[in-house]
């Protein structure tokens, strides 16, 4: 089996092993990142791309944003914590995740401004509605959309829009931060989950075109773009390479959504 197959859901529901609900609109760093650890781990992954008219889909879910990590007949898995668990407990131990206690409580503490609430990932998404909002649609997402976002993912017109660009702006320092002196990966000299996090995460802040995600669709690319025109210029050099390095040796490149 290829490390991530495309399946539809009722093969998914009749298989063991890791499966996945995920994004097949937009390479959304959650989804992305998902994917990417089980990659990292050597865990073949099937991934059913979510769509909201499958009833049979949402039964088996539970949940009503992705992704959604499946594995043998455990619970479903919906949170960023939960899942990186999961993956750090399927491969070799301690490579996603430091088994040094200090070590791994910083490292999730880090994770948590990537894909937390009020994270990298959250924030970059209220760059996005914020273009929307401020443009009567005509950037960012179309204005149903979102509206939609806003109301889940804590954007209203009292959005104090300066401190989301200082949160950005303070986590991209302190990611590349540990690249200082020319180092490849962010914890180390192998990747683990944070390499997976900081790599996915960056996608709404560079550049997107059809060739590093082909099906992703001109409207939504033209969406992800706004959070590139917001903050592109603050994402530091080293970073970009960073990201770069984990696709090309890691993640697989183009990103296939
Ligand atoms: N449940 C995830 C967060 C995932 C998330 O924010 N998903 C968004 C990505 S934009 C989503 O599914 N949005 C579509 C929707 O809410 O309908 C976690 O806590 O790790």
Redesign the pocket.
């Known amino acids: 089996m290829s490390p991530v197959e495309f399946v539809d859901v009722a093969t998914a529901k009749a298989a063991r092993g890791v499966r996945m609900v995920a994004?097949g609109m937009?390479p959304?760093?959650?989804?992305e990142a998902a994917k990417g650890l089980f990659r990292l781990q050597g865990v073949p992954v099937r991934v059913v791309r979510?769509s909201?008219d499958d009833a049979e889909l949402a039964a088996w879910m539970r949940?009503?944003?992705?992704?959604v990590v499946f594995h043998d007949d455990e619970p479903p898995r919906?949170?960023?914590?939960a899942?990186t668990t999961l993956a750090a407990r399927l491969g070799p131990p301690g490579a996603l995740l430091p088994d040094d206690l200090d070590h791994r409580v910083r490292t999730v503490g880090l994770l948590n401004e990537i894909?937390?609430?009020e994270g990298l990932?959250?924030n970059a998404?209220l760059l996005m509605l914020h273009a929307s909002m401020t443009s009567g649609g005509q950037r960012g997402f179309p204005l149903p959309v979102a509206h939609?976002?806003a109301a889940?993912?804590g954007y209203s017109a009292a959005i104090d829009i300066d401190r989301v660009r200082a949160r950005i702006a303070r986590t991209l320092a302190a990611l590349a931060a540990r690249l200082d002196g020319g180092r490849e990966y962010l914890a180390g000299d192998r990747p683990d989950a944070l390499d997976v996090y900081a790599a996915t995460f960056l996608t709404p802040l560079c550049p997107i075109p059809e060739s590093d995600c082909p099906r992703l669709q001109p409207l939504l690319r033209q969406a992800f773009a706004t959070a590139h025109e917001a903050m592109g210029d603050a994402v530091p050099r080293a970073l970009v390479e960073h990201r770069r390095r984990m696709y090309e040796r890691h993640l697989g490149w183009p990103i296939e959504i």
């Open positions: 994004s937009v959304s760093p959650w989804s979510y909201r949940a009503d944003n992705v992704p919906v949170h960023w914590a899942i894909a937390g609430e990932g959250w998404r939609y976002l889940r993912y």
